[in-house]
């Protein structure tokens, strides 16, 4: 199974400020990565697919990188709503695998 | 608009069974490939199985050893979870996912399903 590494797995940070999360796989994927955002007590949300790729009616103030092992999620200038816990997900093979969670507080 | 709306969790005793299931509306189900993700109470999201527009599905994680069977009814626009054998450690809120493995673009409520005695 490939085993997804989310770093750091909490982060305080404030209105405006630009923030990148960290994802890493145990061996490559390419770019068969998603990102999900979820708030408390709500179900998880797709914010970008194929590692780069913007959902329709994701703010463009997110953006993902990366190929291989190394992925990032950046969020370029924080808004009060985008304080929740982000995931990292590889498609590349089953099982299917998710980060343990980065927790985005203010 | 999507919707996908859980049902058939609550308490169940340890070794017992149940049943979850996924009504869909709001889009073609019978052309989209459907997805159980559990969430344990403060965890992480855990993927538990897959199923195409065929009916075929992708075998549970090991760490579920073959208790959990994933199904849908294109007629019905529904998708189901038979889960035996169930643990403590089953207990959390399954969700109903739609979409391929590149990304699950909608999601259900959850409904949740507790394992104790």
């Known amino acids: 199974d490939i085993q997804m590494t989310q770093t750091p797995s909490s982060v305080s940070a404030s209105v405006g400020d630009r923030v990148t999360l960290t994802c890493r796989a145990s061996?490559?994927?390419?770019?068969?990565l998603a990102w999900y955002q979820q708030r408390p007590g709500k179900a998880p949300r797709l914010l970008i697919s194929g590692a780069s790729t913007l959902q329709s009616g994701v703010p463009s103030r997110f953006s993902g990188g990366g190929y291989g092992t190394d992925f990032t999620l950046t969020i370029s200038s924080l808004q009060p709503e985008d304080f929740a816990t982000y995931y990292c997900?590889?498609?590349?093979?089953?099982?299917?695998?998710f980060g343990q969670g980065t927790r985005l507080e203010i | 608009e999507v919707q996908l709306v859980e049902s058939g969790g609550g308490l169940v005793k340890p070794g017992g069974s149940l049943t979850l299931s996924c009504a869909a509306s709001?889009?073609?189900?019978?052309?989209?490939?459907m997805n159980w993700v559990r969430q344990a109470p403060g965890k992480g999201l855990e993927w538990v199985s897959s199923?195409?527009?065929?009916?075929?599905?992708?075998p549970c994680p090991q760490s579920l050893k073959g208790r959990f069977t994933i199904s849908r009814n294109n007629a019905k626009n529904s998708m189901y979870l038979q889960m035996n054998s169930l643990r403590v450690e089953d207990t959390a809120v399954y969700y109903c996912a739609r979409g391929d493995s590149s990304g699950y673009t909608s999601w259900g409520q959850g409904t949740l399903v507790t394992v104790s005695s």
């Open positions: 997900q590889q498609a590349d093979s089953f099982p299917i695998t």
């Open positions: 061996q490559g994927i390419t770019t068969s």
């Open positions: 199923i195409d527009t065929s009916g075929t599905y992708r």
């Open positions: 709001g889009f073609t189900f019978r052309t989209s490939n």
